[in-house]
């Protein structure tokens, strides 16, 4: 039988996206076919000209879907690639949102017409992804029908980030796999290590992935005085994650917005506690002294003595590690989650060749 082929609408060197096309190759037997934008937003002249790219990308688009002839198009992001997706005029369109909300920042004055932009999106998308409960609450105030929605996470390889026993620590093995960008908060974090660094208390704390803030926070530990505790990795192959995570007692991440995080979801799968943001996003995983540890938003006095509060309590945190390796295999186990996604899509296609 001949394979099914999917084009794929978004940025393709993204883990999200890589981690969606080969689940699809694996469990689906799809073919892949992509199309992206090719300048980077990386500046304002960067930006007219991906505007611009974007302007005539139907007519990309369009091209080639007449050279490979898809049986459904899929798209991260429902006010970029998704509306792109819906206008293609393939049908089954399945648009994933990324955040949240994918109407961001919110102080934007182009926000009006991202709205309308995803709007459209929603209406023309025959499958909506929302990787997560959270994604679900703008949908609805967006009065989409949820009837097309599928809220489930694509998952994390369980036997990748496996939970390795580790020796118990008598300090904070503390590891952040967030990439270097403003709305990650990283500078909070290094506040809070410097708070804890005041009062003689002992930790490591290691910080992967590249991004425009590395100079700025490699400046910001040094004047610190914690450049023989803070480790900047800097961009690794993502093979080489799981032996840092296994490695690490504490997880930590201080985003200002988040949507559904693999990152998350990997540190909980390998034996690290989580402390996270005190954000809807985090909310859906999360319970604050249950499971892990909720933080206001750039507090970073609460950020410092809820790891000092943690690390006295041993007992309950091994707990919750336990917990939440057993919750992570329950709801986000790559194999089985991107099986039914890969089963809902040859479904979709089915369906629409029949009529």
């Not at 029908?145 to 020796?167: A, R, S, T, W, Y």
């Not at 974090?189 to 708070?195: T, V």
């Not at 938003?297 to 091994?318: F, H, K, P, S, V």
Request: proline content about 4%; hydrophobic content about 40%; overall charge neutral.
């Amino acid at each position: 039988m001949e394979k099914r082929k999917i084009l794929f609408l978004g940025e393709t060197y993204r883990a999200d996206a890589i981690t969606w096309m080969n689940g699809l190759k694996e469990f689906g037997d799809f073919e892949i076919i992509t199309w992206e934008l090719k300048t980077p937003s990386t500046t304002f002249w960067n930006r007219l000209v991906r505007i611009f790219e974007f302007s005539t990308a139907y007519f990309s688009i369009k091209k080639i879907i007449k050279k490979h002839q898809p049986d459904m198009v899929i798209a991260e992001r429902t006010t970029s690639y998704g509306f792109l997706a819906a206008l293609s005029g393939v049908k089954p369109a399945v648009i994933a949102q990324q955040g949240r909300t994918d109407l961001w920042p919110e102080k934007s004055i182009l926000l009006p017409l991202k709205s309308m932009i995803q709007c459209y999106a929603f209406k023309k998308a025959t499958l909506i992804h929302a990787w997560g409960p959270v994604m679900t609450i703008s949908m609805r105030e967006a009065n989409v029908d949820m009837h097309k929605v599928l809220v489930l996470p694509k998952g994390i390889d369980l036997e990748q980030f496996k939970n390795k026993e580790n020796i118990p620590s008598q300090k904070i093995t503390a590891i952040v796999t967030r990439s270097l960008m403003p709305e990650y908060r990283h500078d909070v974090i290094l506040q809070a290590f410097w708070i804890l660094s005041l009062k003689g208390i002992d930790f490591e704390l290691t910080i992967v992935g590249d991004g425009k803030l590395l100079p700025m926070l490699r400046e910001m530990a040094k004047k610190m005085n914690l450049e023989n505790k803070v480790v900047f990795t800097g961009r690794i192959p993502n093979t080489e994650l799981p032996e840092l995570l296994q490695q690490s007692n504490f997880y930590i991440s201080m985003p200002i917005t988040e949507g559904v995080s693999a990152s998350l979801f990997e540190a909980m799968a390998s034996n690290c506690y989580p402390v996270v943001t005190d954000i809807p996003g985090n909310q859906s995983w999360i319970k604050h002294r249950e499971n892990g540890q909720l933080i206001t938003i750039g507090d970073t006095e609460m950020l410092a003595n809820e790891l000092l509060w943690a690390l006295e309590n041993q007992e309950y945190r091994n707990a919750a590690v336990i917990k939440n390796r057993k919750f992570v295999e329950e709801i986000a186990d790559y194999n089985t989650n991107m099986e039914i996604i890969a089963n809902k899509y040859h479904e979709l296609i089915n369906t629409s060749k029949s009529y």
